[in-house]
């Protein structure tokens, strides 16, 4: 399988909750002066959680492949530190390509080093500055951080990468609905989430988006 197939490829945890883990998790740190709202329960989390996206590179040798292909697998079978000792490797031995950066950030991120996390996830978008799952990672990694309108930033420039792209669609939703206090503009984001993605739920109880927010998948 090419390069640029298997980082295009979603897995379960990819496709949904790796790109919405901490989309929906534990409130950041707010401004002081802004009231905290209660924070949504958690989405599904692993460290299995992979970011794959398409790499423009087109000469990717076969070796690399199987390596980067090995990291993946190791890192969605929940082998984190084997996954990362292999997309630290990479970067030094094929720095190109932003994958195994965005791949370090995410776990990075998943183990609480958040100024490491977002450095990988730059480097990631510097390298790849056309790839949307890049972006949308580094908008979830600098809402962790408290800096939202960085995080607004990425998603939109996710979006306008590719409107087809259901993942920045939904945490602009929650941004604007937990953090910025727009509900009209969140249901906005959420309708178009849900317009892109048959299937998928939004649910909230009491009329209020802030109060709780669940997201899943219908069973097909």
Not at 21 to 47: E, F, T, Y
Not at 103 to 118: F, P, S
Not at 171 to 178: A, K, Q, S, V
């Amino acid at each position: 399988m090419r390069y640029a197939d298997l980082v295009r490829r979603c897995c379960v945890l990819g496709a949904l909750s790796a790109v919405l883990a901490g989309c929906a998790g534990v409130a950041p740190p707010r401004p002081a002066q802004a009231p905290q709202p209660a924070a949504p329960p958690p989405a599904p989390s692993s460290p299995g959680a992979a970011a794959r996206a398409k790499e423009t590179p087109s000469d990717i040798s076969p070796a690399v492949q199987r390596e980067y292909e090995g990291a993946l697998d190791a890192l969605n079978a929940g082998h984190t530190e084997e996954a990362a000792r292999v997309f630290r490797a990479l970067t030094l031995t094929n720095s190109n390509l932003g994958g195994p950066h965005a791949n370090l950030g995410m776990i990075y991120r998943q183990t609480g080093k958040q100024a490491e996390a977002v450095s990988e996830l730059e480097q990631a978008v510097r390298l790849n500055p056309q790839q949307p799952v890049f972006l949308n990672q580094l908008g979830i990694t600098y809402r962790q951080q408290g800096q939202f309108e960085k995080a607004r930033e990425a998603y939109e420039k996710a979006i306008a990468l590719d409107p087809s792209y259901p993942a920045p669609y939904l945490n602009l939703g929650i941004l604007f609905d937990l953090y910025f206090w727009n509900s009209k503009h969140a249901l906005e984001f959420y309708d178009r989430y849900l317009a892109l993605t048959p299937g998928a739920m939004i649910r909230w109880s009491n009329g209020s988006l802030t109060s709780r927010i669940a997201v899943s998948r219908a069973a097909s």
